[in-house]
């Protein structure tokens, strides 16, 4: 099977200064300086002197301003396309140590800047940074720190590889982060809030015709900019959207053996970690919730000096070899696999210094670049039924040299090798520049982003961690948890990506993971990940003990449907309050308490306000033109996410599919109505409708017709 390279990082200058973009149907004319150009309320204007503007209109009038120290040399303006969208160009050169060649680049249809940078010769990475850009100074700001897991931080220092997010009390804000050349980017923030986007002083020389690009994006709202921000990147890397039930990981309950799990380095030694595993899935089976895939954690390959599946020392060592311990498999992988007839996740860690791989393959530090150990470590998982690569130790044992070309060489050519043989990856312990290169790798569909066994204290770091993993097109990964804990079980489903718990054998909360998956084992979860409001984050910002309010929603055609999320954080009880029309829940809307089963009308425009303590979940549904609030299955946490009611729409009558699992017979939906409606089923049936006069309640149960899907009408 061909395997794919990927590119190196230094990219020689190619259409219109910028790689990997194609210009389509582009114009260009000579400009006498200064040049000015403008699109999406975005003006950008480049002086004779060298000095440059960019000026915003919206979110706010905003002026950042800069210069490269020297006068400019040449200058054109541009027109054309790329996979952002339509944009409006200044190209200019100059020359300081070396001749240099620069760009601007504003969209028509999104509020982007993409700033270019490219050397005509070698030379040693010195000089002004292109852009250095004088800023606002607003309120707040947001990055995340160069450690495990990319950890958020509010008004801290700003980590070289890291997005930095300004914003104001209004949430209007701005975002900028390196666009290529990730591992080794250097982003700085002065204390004057003079902002600088240049390469590691670690990267000495730049070779000839070198290009480093840079983004900056504005938004209305503090998620829209990171929506605008993450968009832009995904575009300029190829990466598409990922659906939320891409493959089994994404789209079926999984069982994790990782650390926090009951089958962490242990197993019932009366069966076996293979046999124990297999009862494992067994169980859930027979309890009525299938598993759709199993994780198998760093104990099922051998590791360390001792080349054992225990491993040695503090933390066990690195890879000996990437293949199954032959005392816990002695028929290997592939047969226990085919005996478990899951398919499989498999962690893996960095390479062993006592590891043989050193002598066989090409290395950078402690992990491998050379193509051909991917594509034989791939074709193995392939052969072996496992359907995605977890990368863990990224941000420690598991890093490449910084330099120009080995950490692409070890992401790329494990990205390519992966995609040939139709393997996704995950990412774990990821430093922000791992989560930003992402957007080059279609098949990297999920990261971590918080430490190890997900619980109450991870909690922060995983809703303001998921939002820039989101952004970049990586469903965000809770880690592992047992399926009695309630809270943890509602917001790895409101995640949007997987769900997966390390119950030990007959330990399973089914009443629990019933309402988080269907009798089949597909998890019924929103439409987008769950993120922090925009008015947390001034909040937060302002005050650390803020409480938290995190929503998604769940789309049917226009018709949305919210969900959200709220805890205290000051170790007591706050209070909490948000806009469901904020969250695109237009109009009037019922706000529903899940675990207390009692709602509230907010009128259109109105504000939801409640106390809340160790977590409260509430279903936010559009009053239609019927005035019913339909709130959907009854018994799932996402009562109306796409798995269940698979269409919905209300034009004075409410109107739903509801999609049903072979195995199960019945559902039981509920809604609000000023009185008892009336509901009616074209396919399957629908029973006595039941209607508290009090709270404006109603149940129905609904059974299939024989495509497994009901039809109903609910007026």
Not at 207 to 232: C, E
């Amino acid at each position: 099977m061909n395997k794919r390279t990927p590119p190196r990082i230094a990219i020689p200058m190619a259409a219109l200064l910028v790689t990997g973009i194609a210009w389509t149907g582009g114009t260009a004319s000579a400009q006498t300086a200064p040049a000015t150009i403008a699109a999406s309320g975005i003006t950008a204007t480049v002086a004779a002197d060298g000095s440059y503007q960019i000026h915003t209109t919206q979110p706010a009038a905003w002026t950042f301003t800069g210069s490269v120290g020297h006068p400019v040399t040449s200058q054109s303006s541009a027109s054309g396309s790329d996979a952002v969208g339509a944009y409006q160009e200044v190209d200019f050169a100059y020359t300081d140590s070396v001749r240099r060649t620069a760009s601007i680049r504003v969209y028509q249809n999104t509020p982007v800047v993409l700033f270019s940078s490219t050397n005509q010769s070698s030379t040693a990475n010195t000089g002004t940074a292109f852009p250095t850009l004088n800023a606002p100074a607003l309120s707040y700001h947001e990055s995340f720190q160069d450690a495990a897991w990319a950890p958020y931080q509010f008004n801290g220092s700003v980590a070289h590889d890291s997005p930095l997010l300004t914003f104001d009390t209004q949430n209007h804000g701005y975002l900028m982060s390196a666009a290529d050349n990730f591992a080794v980017a250097n982003l700085t923030r002065s204390s004057s809030n003079t902002l600088a986007a240049g390469i590691v002083s670690g990267v000495s020389t730049l070779p000839a015709n070198f290009t480093h690009r840079t983004v900056l994006t504005f938004g209305n709202g503090v998620n829209d900019t990171y929506t605008n921000w993450g968009s832009a990147l995904m575009a300029l890397g190829g990466k598409h959207p990922i659906p939320n039930d891409a493959n089994a990981t994404l789209n079926k309950l999984g069982y994790w053996t990782d650390n926090g799990a009951t089958y962490y380095y242990k197993y019932d030694t009366s069966k076996g970690y293979a046999g124990t595993l297999t009862s494992v899935a067994q169980d859930f089976a027979a309890r009525g919730i299938p598993l759709g895939y199993m994780q198998l954690d760093s104990w099922w390959y051998p590791k360390g000096s001792s080349n054992s599946w225990q491993g040695n020392g503090t933390n066990r060592g690195g890879e000996y070899t990437y293949r199954a311990a032959s005392d816990l498999f002695p028929g290997g992988l592939a047969a226990f696999q085919h005996q478990l007839n899951l398919p499989l996740i498999t962690h893996a860690r960095w390479i062993d210094p006592s590891s043989p791989y050193r002598q066989q393959y090409s290395m950078s530090g402690d992990v491998v670049t050379d193509s051909s150990f991917w594509n034989s470590t791939m074709s193995y998982l392939a052969s072996s039924g496992v359907v995605t690569y977890e990368q863990d130790w990224l941000s420690a044992n598991a890093q490449p040299h910084y330099n120009l070309n080995d950490p692409n060489a070890f992401l790329g050519n494990m990205a390519h090798s992966a995609a040939a043989d139709n393997i996704t990856l995950q990412y774990c312990m990821a430093l922000p520049w791992n989560e930003l290169q992402g957007t080059q790798y279609q098949n990297l569909q999920t990261t971590r982003v918080n430490l190890d066994r997900f619980d109450r204290s991870k909690w922060d770091t995983f809703l303001f961690d998921s939002r820039m993993a989101s952004a970049l097109g990586e469903w965000p990964w809770t880690d592992v948890f047992m399926s009695t804990e309630t809270n943890n079980l509602v917001l790895s489903t409101l995640s949007g990506g997987m769900v997966g718990v390390g119950d030990a054998i007959g330990k399973e909360s089914v009443s629990n993971l019933a309402k988080s998956v269907r009798g089949d084992g597909v998890i019924v979860k929103p439409d987008a990940s769950l993120v922090p409001l925009d008015s947390v984050y001034p909040a937060v910002a302002h005050n650390s003990s803020a409480p938290m309010v995190a929503g998604t929603y769940s789309d049917h055609n226009g018709l949305r449907d919210g969900y959200v999320f709220a805890y205290a954080r000051n170790n007591g009880s706050q209070s909490v309050s948000f806009s469901p029309n904020s969250q695109g829940v237009g109009g009037a809307t019922y706000v529903y308490n899940y675990f207390t089963g009692a709602g509230k009308v907010v009128p259109a425009g109105g504000t939801f306000t409640d106390t809340v303590s160790s977590g409260s979940y509430y279903v936010v549904a559009p009053v239609g033109q019927s005035g019913i609030a339909f709130l959907g299955d009854a018994g799932k946490f996402v009562s109306l996410g796409g798995k269940r009611v698979s269409q919905l729409s209300d034009n004075g009558t409410v109107h739903a599919t509801v999609t049903f699992a072979a195995s199960e017979k019945s559902v039981t939906l509920h809604g609000y109505a000023p009185s008892a409606p009336q509901v009616t089923a074209t396919d399957g049936t629908a029973g006595a409708v039941s209607y508290n006069a009090s709270t404006h309640l109603f149940t129905v149960s609904v059974s299939p017709g024989g495509d497994h899907n009901a039809v109903i009408a609910v007026s």
